[in-house]
């Protein structure tokens, strides 16, 4: 079965121009997170979604952020314009919780450096 | 509000040793989950465990083990006989009540030498 699926692996942009990252989750899944890792700040949950709804954004930096999940299948996250700062590994992830929360299934991750 | 604490940063052992990586949590819910995942060099994060809160057994699988205790809100990790491969950054996490989003500790970089 495919796992969590994240584009692009590696993504390097100057700064003021607009990155995309895309996720895949897990079909079936019905929870959809992304998270950012950085050497300082260690994991943040930035955003998630529960069938396709934002449920808890709080975690967004800033406005120059947004999320989406258009589908059950597809969620895209954006920063625009982007800065140095935002550098950082995105890791995508999904999970199948009616009963509870389930186990996180994480995507590979995109690395994002702004230059 | 909800936290998780891993006050070990980093940890060194040579092979074969015993090592325990610790976990210590805070949540006002009666209901809530606990997880351990690994992250070794590659970058992926590997799910190792779930437990609830309701359910203090400890468990053991291979050469891991896990100590779940309420009463000291702890869920340590065990690793028995180290190895190489087992260095990697471990990281604790939290799901409390009725909540979404996993909450993680800064993780504890484990390096285990030959």
């Known amino acids: 079965d495919a796992g969590v699926i994240q584009s692009p692996r590696h993504e390097v942009t100057e700064m003021g121009q607009e990155v995309t990252l895309r996720c895949k989750p897990i079909s079936g899944h019905d929870y959809l997170f992304w998270y950012r890792q950085t050497m300082m700040r260690g994991l943040e949950l930035l955003i998630y979604f529960n069938n396709n709804v934002p449920i808890d954004d709080s975690g967004m930096p800033e406005d120059r952020f947004s999320a989406k999940m258009p589908n059950a299948s597809f969620s895209t996250l954006k920063i625009q314009p982007s800065e140095p700062r935002d550098s950082a590994v995105y890791f995508c992830?999904?999970?199948?919780?009616?009963?509870?929360?389930?186990?996180?299934?994480f995507g590979e991750g995109s690395r994002l450096t702004v230059l | 509000a909800q936290k998780v604490t891993q006050a070990q940063t980093e940890i060194s052992v040579v092979e074969k040793e015993d090592v325990t990586l610790d976990c210590v949590y805070e949540?006002?819910?009666?209901?809530?989950?606990l997880f351990w995942y690994k992250q070794p060099p590659s970058g992926e994060l590997v799910f190792l465990i779930r437990r609830n809160s309701f359910d203090e057994q400890n468990e053991i699988s291979g050469r891991y083990s896990w100590n779940f205790q309420k009463s000291t809100s702890s869920f340590n990790f065990t690793i028995t006989a180290s190895q190489v491969v087992d260095s990697a950054v471990y990281f604790c996490a939290l799901i409390g009540g009725s909540q979404g989003n996993l909450i993680f500790g800064k993780g504890t970089k484990l390096s285990v030498k030959p």
């Open positions: 949540t006002r819910d009666t209901t809530y989950y």
């Open positions: 992830a999904s999970s199948f919780g009616p009963t509870g929360p389930g186990e996180l299934f």
